[in-house]
């Protein structure tokens, strides 16, 4: 249950004024269709972050050693620090004017911007750390839905109420957190 968890918690966060929460509102003021949007975020989500977390449980198998623990916590770290860094969907990222419909262009524009994303890293991250493909990419699909559903359905209204920095620093700690119990559980202090 701890991968499930921590992954849903994890990446909800993270995806607080994250890009593809931006994209998803953009998303929805263009096509003003709510469920083909939520539709095409869960199944791009899914295939994303599956390809994601068997990479991570992959690696983590590969490379056992207290050295890829330190470097999977020094990953988390990292994470932190770029949390706090606040994303903007630059206008070249922007879809272009849809040709395939709502579920259509949500699904190939959310796996596409996701790709190289923090939630992605995350999720790779995760997976080395629990080292189980579905329960993290069960539990990251989960945190993004979470976090970008109320963005289809409520648009620009949650980004003018939402401190977006408030949770950015709520996520970057929380990473923060991950990453010293890892490097600490691999130096054996827990």
């Known amino acids: 249950m701890e991968p499930l968890l921590t992954s849903t918690a994890v ?3 993270a995806e607080i004024g994250d890009k593809t929460m931006l994209l998803a509102i953009v998303l929805a003021t263009r096509f003003r269709k ?3 949007i939520i539709l095409g975020i869960l199944v791009a989500t899914l295939a994303n972050h599956g390809i994601a977390a068997f990479l991570g449980q992959t690696v983590a198998g590969l490379l056992e050693g207290a050295w890829f623990r330190y470097a999977v916590g020094a990953g988390f770290i990292a994470m932190a620090a770029w949390t706090l860094v606040p994303d903007k969907l ?3 990222e922007e879809p272009e004017p849809p040709r395939f419909g709502a579920f259509l262009t949500t699904t190939i524009a959310f796996f596409i911007v996701e790709i190289g994303d923090k939630t992605q890293v995350a999720t790779i991250a995760l997976a ?3 080292r ?3 329960l993290v990419t069960v539990g990251t699909t989960a945190g993004m839905m979470l976090a970008n559903v109320p963005a289809v359905w409520f648009g620009q ?3 003018d109420v939402v401190p977006l920095k408030v949770v950015r620093t ?3 700690a929380l990473f923060l957190a991950i990453g010293i119990w890892v490097i ?3 130096a054996g202090w827990l």
């Open 157 to 159: 209204k949650i980004v």
């Open 128 to 130: 080395a750390q629990f």
């Open 132 to 134: 189980d493909v579905l």
């Open 90 to 92: 630059d206008h070249d």
């Open 11 to 13: 990446v909800a966060l």
């Open 34 to 36: 709510p469920l083909p």
């Open 184 to 186: 600490a559980e691999a």
């Open 170 to 172: 709520i996520a970057a």
